[in-house]
């Protein structure tokens, strides 16, 4: 796997899409087990398993 590509899946690891709205963005890696609050409707946004 190339270093792009490892790059690309560490984003989207970190992209988080939001289940009201569906608007997709990315949390910080300190985030990643918490609830996040979408940016575009404000609801909470739950940390993927
Ligand atoms: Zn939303």
Redesign the pocket.
Known sequence: MSIFNQAAKTILDMARK?P????EQVVAASMKKESVK?K????E?PPKR
């Open positions: 939001c009201k709205c569906g608007n979408c575009a409707c404000g609801a946004v």
